[in-house]
Nanobody
């Protein structure tokens, strides 16, 4: 069993930065594909970024050039560096992991077995 705990959310002005972290326990994540998703009020959960166990990365178009996903297998953590934040980035951000996720399914939230509790990111205009 894998437990994921996100941290680093908060309130920031537009143009600011936040760094989210996802800490895992229970299993080592070095062979897991990992993802970040977000859910705004009244909207469905959407894909933000993913990183494979070989450190290949992918991003949704709206965050490309602003967000960076990374992993530190020595610390069993995954991070999401968010720069030039916009009010539309306001959401609860979730970390997700799966040991058998095909990379082709990285944007599908239903494919991930393990989820954190989420961390709130609020961007004011």
């Amino acid at each position: 069993q894998v437990q994921l705990v996100e941290s680093g959310g908060g309130l920031v002005q537009a143009g600011g930065s936040l760094r989210l972290s996802c800490a895992a326990s229970g299993r080592t994540l070095s062979m897991y594909n990992m993802g970040w998703f977000r859910q705004a009020p009244g909207k469905e959960r959407e894909f933000v970024a993913a990183i494979s166990w070989t450190t290949v990365t992918d991003y949704t178009d709206s965050v490309k050039g602003r967000f960076t996903i990374s992993r530190d297998n020595t610390k069993n953590t995954v991070a999401l560096q968010m720069n030039n934040l916009k009010p539309d980035d306001t959401a609860v951000y979730y970390c997700a992991a799966d040991p058998q996720l095909p990379w082709s399914q990285r944007t599908a939230s239903y494919e991930y077995d393990y989820w954190g509790q989420g961390t709130q990111v609020t961007v004011s205009s």
